[in-house]
């Protein structure tokens, strides 16, 4: 992905004249930020942002950086999407995850609604592919690294708030899931917040080293293996308490959740889904008022009505 692009390129992506993609940069209809020599530059997050809010048809992809794979452009029923992008990543054909994801996006779909309904049923099929053969092991491995590939960029093009509120979250000791997380983090990104994320493995004591270096005004914790119960949830209750008393918003969620002591959570939001999180971050923002930023994305003005 191109990090900016020029009016021509992004007129060319879409099938538009330059004439109008400056005369839209000029009526301030895009963000653009000039050269030295006073050229119009685009940001990528910000063509990003015009293509889905337009609804406009990506039609060259390659030229912003992107993976112009088929699977972009081939119309998919949201139902079959999760079938269609699990037979991907089982084939390991990282360019077609990479542009069903942005396409997906582009199309209007929410972040966290890609992940509910597309990455986590399609990773819950291949999470039983190791019961029958044993290589499913590798499939599942393979598919998990490919989702990251997919999923860091589609991060990469989300909108950047200038001082978004810090929202920071990981997963525990001995959890080594990485995907949960990365999705927190990219949910909460397109809702607005600058999202720290800790990752996997990460020890409850560095969540309040964390939090003191970076004040967060919402703290996610992910849990989808629990190695130790006795030690893990005896480290997130004193997180927890200790959290309180900074009037920290904190969610929580996970394979495993159900698996935690109900003592270890009280006092904290419990959630289900990625649209649950992005429900709960939403009301964080707007003072309670519900819904989601990430909704479908459309100004509801097509290119013609611009
Ligand atoms: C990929 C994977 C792995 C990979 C992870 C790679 C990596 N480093 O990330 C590895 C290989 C490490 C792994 C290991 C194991 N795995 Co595994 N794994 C999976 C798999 C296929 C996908 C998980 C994933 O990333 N999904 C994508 C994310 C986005 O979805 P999700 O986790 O379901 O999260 C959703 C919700 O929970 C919620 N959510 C999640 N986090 C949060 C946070 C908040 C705040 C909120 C609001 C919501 C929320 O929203 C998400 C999206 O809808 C699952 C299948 C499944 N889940 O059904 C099996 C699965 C979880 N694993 C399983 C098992 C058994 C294991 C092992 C024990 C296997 C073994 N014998 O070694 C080990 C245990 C861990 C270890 N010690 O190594 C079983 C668990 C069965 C059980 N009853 O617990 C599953 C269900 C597979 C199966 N069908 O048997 N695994």
């Known amino acids: 992905m191109k990090p900016v692009v020029s009016p021509k390129e992004l ?82 054909d990282t360019a077609a995850a990479r ?97 720290v994320n800790l990752g996997p493995n990460s020890p409850l004591a560095s969540f309040s080293d964390a939090v003191n270096a970076n004040q967060p005004k919402l703290v996610w914790l992910t849990v989808s293996h629990i190695s130790n119960p006795a030690v893990i949830n005896r480290s997130v209750k004193e997180f927890f308490d200790w959290a309180s008393q900074k009037s920290l918003q904190i969610i929580v969620g996970g394979y495993q959740i159900q698996g935690m002591d109900a003592a270890a959570l009280q006092g904290v939001r419990v959630g289900r889904s990625m649209r649950e999180l992005a429900a709960f971050a939403h009301g964080l923002n707007t003072g309670g008022r519900h819904g989601k930023t990430d909704g479908n994305g459309s100004n509801g003005k097509s290119l013609s009505d611009q």
């Open 11 to 92: 007129a060319l992506a879409i099938g538009v004249s330059e004439s109008s993609m400056k005369r839209w940069a000029d009526d301030g209809k895009i963000t653009v930020s000039r050269t030295a020599g006073g050229h119009r530059r685009i940001p990528i997050h910000e063509a990003i942002r015009f293509i889905r809010e337009t609804r406009s048809p990506l039609i060259r992809p390659d030229i912003l950086g992107l993976e112009s794979s088929p699977a972009a452009t081939e119309v998919i029923s949201p139902s079959d999407a999760a079938e269609r992008f699990g037979r991907i990543l089982i084939d390991g």
């Open 99 to 195: 542009s069903m994801m942005m396409a997906l996006y582009l199309e209007g779909q929410s972040v966290a609604d890609i992940i509910d309904d597309v990455v986590q049923p399609a990773m819950q099929e291949i999470g039983k592919r190791w019961e029958h053969d044993s290589t499913g092991v590798y499939e599942e491995h393979r598919a998990t690294d490919i989702c990251i590939q997919a999923m860091t960029e589609l991060r990469l093009a989300l909108p950047q708030v200038p001082n978004a509120p810090i929202a920071l979250g990981g997963a525990p000791s001995g959890d080594p899931y990485i995907l949960p997380s990365m999705a927190a983090a990219m949910v909460l990104a397109a809702e607005g917040f600058h999202a």
